[in-house]
């Protein structure tokens, strides 16, 4: 048993339960989430979710991809196999670490996967436009998203000038933002701001944030105008 005594792990206030990152886009007649992480399930169980067309990765370390597993409830009770969206990176580790999944001779309780590669081209699911684009996990590459005025990026600290355009418009963005120290491969809260600041995005909210990064309070109460740390359980509306 590990204890912890720092003060994020010891807050009375729910906004400090941090699981692991990932968002659930829904449409009246889509639903799919980004990632898939090891909090999957109790992410899904916790909202309440009963239906789930789709996943879309951003890339695949391990704390977005370790719960694909649990999508099978999802295909057991709708008898459908599920779409899997994921570039080819990703695609070949969810092939090596699911391998069971993908393998020709299938046992019975697995989930029904079915994967659909894609690159930085534009497309649908269902009726929700997708726009991938490709920002730096040091030398990762790692897909963000946006969908319709909202844009999605984790495990980033470098976008290219050509991704940011993609970007530019977006009334929400939402953006990881480790903690106050810089780090080798994800923004700190202070580079996420200026970033928010540079591409003229008039709300922004701050995810992937470690417990070094502070208590959700005091930290809010920091950001400038417009601007937020996300917490587990955040519902945004957008077109």
């Known amino acids: 048993m590990i204890a912890c005594d720092c003060e994020v792990c010891t807050s009375a206030d729910s906004r400090d339960k941090r699981l692991r990152s990932s968002i659930l886009v829904q449409s009246a007649k889509t639903a799919f989430v980004v990632d898939t992480t090891p909090d999957f399930r109790t992410q899904m169980l ?21 719960g694909l597993d649990d999508v099978k409830a999802f295909t057991y009770f709708s008898a459908k196999a599920m779409q899997v969206y994921a570039n080819s990176l990703t695609e070949e580790a969810l092939k ?5 999944v993908f393998s ?22 269902g009726d929700i436009p997708v726009v991938p684009l490709m ?3 040091l030398k990762m590459p790692v897909y963000g998203f946006r969908f319709g005025s909202f844009t999605y990026i984790t495990d980033a600290n470098k976008i290219e000038a050509a991704e940011k355009e993609k970007i530019l418009g977006s009334e929400v963005i939402v953006i990881n933002a480790l903690r106050h120290k810089k780090h080798i491969s994800h923004y700190t809260l202070d ?38 740390l996300a917490y587990d359980g955040l519902q945004l509306s957008f077109d």
Do not use: C
Request: glycine share 4%; no cysteine; charged share 20%.
């Open 96 to 100: 090596r670490e699911f391998s069971y």
């Open 191 to 228: 580079e996420a701001i200026a970033l928010v600041q540079e591409l003229k995005i008039p709300t922004a909210y701050f995810t992937h944030t470690s417990h070094q990064l502070g208590k959700h309070a005091e930290i809010n109460s920091s950001l400038p105008s417009g601007m937020a």
């Open 46 to 66: 916790r909202e309440n979710v009963k239906k789930l067309d789709a996943v879309l990765f951003t890339h695949p370390h391990k704390d977005h991809i370790a």
């Open 104 to 125: 020709d001779k299938k046992y019975p309780g697995i989930p029904d996967i079915n994967l659909n590669t894609i690159d930085l081209s534009p497309f649908y699911i």
């Open 135 to 137: 920002v730096w996990h």
